[in-house]
């Protein structure tokens, strides 16, 4: 089973084709930290959904975890589809199931809640955000115990969970199912134990973390992949930083071998470290706030590295010593049986 990667042209949008036939855009939105711990409010957020559509996004990443889900819901709602901007079938959604509700009976009801937030009647994609559970505790996003540890579901089954994401499938409530952050062997157990094959998996990929043998054994396997911090993930020092972990990411937009890839292409090292995934075959999902570098990052298909500049930014790949995010913000993690590194 193959992965068809269109280029209709090359200053139009590429599309990745899922086992479902659905065209997922190989660019598109990422909004986690867009208001996760209150690094941004409801309204700049709703203000930058707002221009990554008017700058030709229709591909936009999301997740209950990030709680953000009404402030989306609500701009495509209101001022995309009420006003006939879009059409729904012009957009592809992808939102995921949390780690506090990784058990099967919790997939329906958590997913019918994302499709309220959303103000849609289905999604494009629903991953399993993790193969690690969290004991749910209210609306807690990480609970933690007295030692100062994130309270674990030891006995999360991957197996199971997958065979409710299926019957939403059936029920039209998600169109196509995938995974986040699983490893190969993780991935592989549900392959053995499918009816519905993963269509996609999204995992950290960029420069630095380029995820070689993991891309290959989905391609092989007919699963897209999709990066999320493709450009690093500055933001998220913060979030380690507050609980105790003190990290400091490379600046991977400063590295000289992009800067002179990207200087003499007349582009951004964004664009550059983007149009480095894409012409792999990866989908993106960068994130922004800012409307300049929101329109910026969309532009990465009116150019094409040569395979020159591929190789030089294939030999950034530091293989998993590239990693950013190891999860570890949810202290204690390393302990879950299904942690994935």
């Keep these: ?43 700049e957020l709703e203000a930058a959904v707002d221009a990554a559509l008017r700058c030709g996004y229709r591909h936009i990443d999301t997740a209950a975890f990030y709680l953000n889900e009404p402030s989306i819901g609500k701009v495509i709602q209101e001022k995309w589809i009420d006003t006939g901007k879009v059409r729904r079938e012009d957009l592809f959604l992808v939102t995921k199931l949390p780690p506090t509700r990784l058990r099967a009976p919790a997939v329906r009801p958590t997913l019918q809640r994302s499709l309220r937030d959303l103000r849609t009647d289905y999604v494009d994609l629903y991953l399993v955000h993790a193969p ?90 007919g699963i897209t992949v999709t990066a999320y911090s493709p450009l690093g993930s500055p933001g998220s020092e913060k979030i380690y930083n507050s609980v105790g972990i003190e990290v400091t990411f490379p600046d991977l937009i400063s590295n000289p071998v992009v800067k002179e890839i990207a200087s003499a292409l007349n582009k951004t090292t964004a664009q550059v470290l983007l149009r480095h995934i894409v012409q792999r075959g990866i989908a993106a999902i960068p994130k922004s706030t800012n409307e300049r570098r929101i329109a910026q990052n969309i532009q990465v298909f009116d150019f094409e590295l040569s395979a020159e500049d591929m190789v030089k930014l294939d030999a950034l790949d530091r293989g998993d010593e590239g990693r950013l995010i190891d999860m570890k913000f949810v202290v204690g993690v390393e302990n879950h049986p299904e942690y994935a590194w």
């Excluded at 090359?10 to 899922?18: H, K």
């Excluded at 855009?25 to 409010?41: D, E, I, R």
């Excluded at 995938?178 to 053995?192: E, V």
Aim: aromatic share 8%; with cysteine.
């Design 132 to 221: 690690f559970g969290i004991l749910e505790r209210g609306d807690e996003l990480l609970p933690v115990g007295e030692d100062g540890n994130v309270l674990l579901d030891m006995e999360t089954d991957h197996v199971a969970v997958w065979k409710a994401m299926e019957e939403e499938v059936d029920a039209g409530r998600a169109k196509a199912i995938g995974i986040s952050n699983f490893n190969q062997r993780q991935i592989q157990r549900i392959l053995d134990n499918c009816r519905i094959r993963p269509a996609n998996l999204q995992v950290e990929l960029h420069v630095y973390l380029q995820q070689r043998p993991l891309v290959e054994f989905c391609q092989q396997n």
């Design 1 to 43: 089973m193959g992965i068809g990667i269109r280029y209709p042209d090359m200053a139009c949008p590429a599309f990745a084709t899922l086992p479902n036939g659905a065209q997922m855009p190989l660019l598109g939105y990422g909004t986690w930290q867009a208001n996760f711990c209150v690094q941004a409010g409801a309204e």
